[in-house]
Structure formats: C-alpha cells, structure tokens
C-alpha cells in the first residue's frame, strides 16, 4: 500500500516556474515507478511525465519535454516535478501516481491531485 500527498502547486505567470513535490508513504518506495498526470478543466486526465523505479530513467509526454523535470529522492520517499516556461495551457489538477509498472498505470497509486494555474 502506498499513501502519496501532492504540494507545491498555485497561481503563476506565464513563463514563471513551479515544483511540485509528492511525499510517499510505504517502505517499498524504491520499488515503485513514480509518475505526474494532469487534468484540465473539462479534459481526461493526461500523462505529464515519469521515472522509472530500477535506473532512474525517465519518459515525458511531448507537450512538456524540455520544460518539465521529474526526479526522485528515494531516501526521502519523495518525487518531484520541476516545471519551468509555463504556459497557460499547463492549467490542470496535478496528480502523483505509484505503479508496480513503469509503462501500466490501471493499478496505480494516486494522490489527490493539486491545482496549478497559470495566467497570460
């Protein structure tokens, strides 16, 4: 079982820059494929970004690669997401996901989700 906890989202210009934190509960953190979702407003929830559980390594959707960096601290039990150049259309509920698989997300652990906005 794992209990994952979002922070670090708010309102930000456009350009600016936000990190978005996840605290993980459960002692097998390590062995987890951590990743971010999204979901705007009347949108279906969308793969940002993830690291995978065995080397670090990490995958992210088109729409954010080369702004956003997702890393992990597994001393911590913590994952981030560090989100620079942001745009309008980064405006969505940002979600931490836990998966036994690094590319399968149907069992995942997810968190509730925190809000980030970004104004033109």
């Known amino acids: 079982q794992v209990q994952l906890v979002e922070s670090g989202g708010g309102l930000v210009q456009a350009g600016g820059s936000l990190r978005l934190s996840c605290a993980a509960s459960g002692r097998t953190f390590s062995s987890y494929a951590m990743g971010w979702f999204r979901q705007a407003p009347g949108k279906e929830r969308e793969f940002a970004a993830r690291?995978?559980?065995?080397?670090?390594?990490?995958y992210y959707a088109d729409s954010v690669k080369g702004r956003f960096t997702i890393s992990r601290d597994n001393a911590k039990n913590m994952v981030y997401l560090q989100m620079n150049s942001l745009k309008p259309e980064d405006t969505a509920v940002y979600y931490c996901a836990a998966s036994s698989y690094n590319t399968y997300w149907g069992n995942a652990y997810w968190g509730q989700g925190t809000q980030v906005t970004v104004s033109s």
């Open positions: 690291i995978s559980w065995s080397d670090s390594s990490t």
